[in-house]
């Protein structure tokens, strides 16, 4: 069964961190784009961020410098480092895999079930 799993979540103070990871069962993460999309309330899904197969990386304005994706291909997950967190990055976050090795080129349609975020004092 082709699957993917969120995980790290949680409820964190506004300048908290937290770690996201995406894992992969019964297919290979490392010869797909992985992207990380978010959905805030009340907003539509947003990309913000994105790894191909072959290490770069792609990030929305809203959280480049804040945010680092990364892969662990032997361990088939990628991860979402979020640092200097704000309580506009609240939303359910979810991972999904690309048709194509590489962000630019690729359409995602393999969809996990998303952790939440939520950023409050």
């Known amino acids: 069964q082709l699957q993917l799993v969120e995980s790290g979540g949680g409820l964190v103070e506004p300048g908290g961190s937290l770690r996201l990871s995406c894992a992969a069962s019964?297919?290979?993460?490392?010869?797909?784009?992985v992207g990380w999309f978010r959905q805030a309330p009340g907003k539509g899904r947003e990309r913000i961020s994105c790894?191909?197969?072959?290490?770069?990386?792609m990030y929305a304005h809203s959280v480049k410098g804040r945010f680092t994706i990364s892969r662990d291909n032997a361990k088939n997950t990628v991860y979402l480092q979020m640092n200097s967190l704000k309580p506009e990055d609240t939303g359910v976050y979810v991972c999904?895999?690309?048709?194509?090795?590489?962000?630019?080129?690729?359409?995602?349609?393999?969809w996990g079930q998303g952790t939440q975020v939520t950023v409050s004092s």
């Open positions: 999904a895999t690309g048709d194509r090795p590489i962000c630019v080129q690729a359409d995602f349609g393999s």
């Open positions: 019964g297919f290979t993460l490392d010869d797909y784009a």
């Open positions: 790894i191909s197969s072959d290490g770069s990386t």
